[in-house]
């Protein structure tokens, strides 16, 4: 079986300021990667994916991430956040060979002025 | 850029009614899925569907719920016989392939059943 824990469900932060977004896993099998992203009242976005090679992916509006294997972790971190980052951000892995994605609990980044 | 689309918006239903959530995936990919979001809750998996077959389900997906693809665009979910603890936002998927593959969401599906 595997799990998602994302940590901190709320994450206030400052315009311009950094952030990073924890995420853990924990599988008995190797997974693929994702962080998905959710605006007010729109679907899942996808931000990036980790499916093998570099540890550290970017994606789309300025974010990446860096996979720890040793420490089963995928942290998403942008250097300087804007206001329409506000959002829910969602971490999920597949099982490989398997199609169901499985989501953390998600948190919710509000970039305050 | 093609996107994946569901209809209604909003449903609201009284207990013991069918529902058909419809989802139009993206024109060229094979696989769609389904899943589901409990108010305050996270994401999760319903099932998946490749080849006119289910490929895999979840717990959550017992007899009560049915998918089907009934022409060559579109994908449902059906919901025999709602429960109050079918209220929930149910997003559709799909990918031009499997695992790995990005799966794309549509807007959502807000069910609210009395």
């Known amino acids: 079986a595997q799990s998602v824990t994302q940590l901190d469900s709320q994450v206030p932060v400052f315009e311009e300021a950094p952030v990073e977004l924890r995420c853990n896993y924990s599988?008995?099998?190797?997974?693929?990667l994702f962080w998905y992203v959710q605006y007010p009242n729109q679907g899942l976005q996808l931000l990036l994916k980790?499916?093998?090679?570099?540890?550290l992916v970017k994606g789309i509006n300025g974010f990446e991430a860096e996979f720890n294997k040793s420490q089963t972790s995928f942290h998403l971190r942008k250097p300087s956040v804007h206001i329409s980052d506000t959002a829910e951000y969602f971490c999920?892995?597949?099982?490989?060979?398997?199609?169901?994605?499985?989501f953390g609990t998600g948190t919710r980044l509000t970039v305050i002025p | 850029e093609p996107e994946v689309t569901q209809t209604p918006s909003h449903q609201v239903t009284q207990m013991g009614q069918e529902v058909i959530l419809r989802c139009v995936p993206i024109?060229?990919?094979?696989?769609f899925y389904w899943y589901r979001q409990i108010l305050g809750q996270k994401v999760e998996f319903l099932v998946s569907?490749?080849?006119?077959?289910?490929?895999?389900k979840s717990e959550i997906f017992d007899d009560q719920f049915s998918v089907e693809r009934p022409d060559g665009s579109n994908f449902t979910l059906k919901i025999r016989s709602t429960k109050l603890e079918d209220s929930a936002m149910y997003f559709c998927?799909?990918?031009?392939?499997?695992?790995?593959?990005?799966?794309?969401f549509g807007p959502g599906t807000r069910l609210l059943v009395l």
């Open positions: 998927a799909s990918s031009v392939g499997p695992s790995q593959e990005t799966q794309y």
């Open positions: 599988s008995s099998v190797s997974v693929y």
């Open positions: 980790y499916l093998s090679g570099s540890t």
């Open positions: 999920a892995v597949i099982v490989t060979g398997a199609n169901n994605l499985f």
């Open positions: 024109s060229n990919h094979l696989y």
């Open positions: 569907f490749y080849n006119n077959e289910i490929s895999e």
